[in-house]
């Protein structure tokens, strides 16, 4: 198993013509370690193959099953409404599941009155659209009130959070890079 890791790893990497040096930056691990889990010669923590993957722009459950697998076409008696430990947001996920996707799409229902998790960042974009309701959008300390029909696209390294400051639920469909599920 470990040694099938590490040639998905290498193949991922040359696939999408990356030098050891460029996959280091983008994960902030060493090139020497780099190669030696390519190479098989050093084990592999969570955290570090999560980076990896990320850096990859693929979900680290690809390490884990066939990347040959996959399915483009999300039925809507397949999609299932769950929830997250520390947001009182509902999430459905929406995007398919094949080996080189980018990005996920997901649909978010934040109760009335509610904020959505609290104000963090990561890497990647995100994209929303508001389908029903509002939001505020606290971008670093700049609010933008996003509603019904808006949009709003930014890169998600900036530290932000989603408010609903109405008495009805928010219905948002977004899209953020990298994967999350």
Known sequence: ???????????????KKLTLKELSERTGLSVSFLS??????SSLAITSLKK????LCIPIVHFFKNPHKHNFLVKSEEKN???????NSEFTR????????????????????E???HKFNHPGEEFIHVLDGA????????????KSGDSFHFPSTIPHILINPLDQPAKLLTVVTPIIF
Do not use: W
């Open 52 to 55: 990896i993957a990320d850096a």
């Open 1 to 15: 198993m470990v040694n099938e890791i590490s040639e998905k790893i290498r193949d991922l990497r040359k696939e």
């Open 81 to 87: 409404p769950f929830k997250i430990e520390g947001s």
């Open 135 to 146: 939001i505020i959008v606290d971008l670093d300390g700049k609010e933008y009130l996003v």
């Open 115 to 117: 904020k959505h998790g």
């Open 36 to 41: 030696q889990v390519e190479n098989n010669t």
């Open 94 to 113: 929406l995007s398919g599941d094949f080996s080189e996707r980018c990005l996920e799409s997901v649909m978010v229902i934040i109760p009335p009155k």
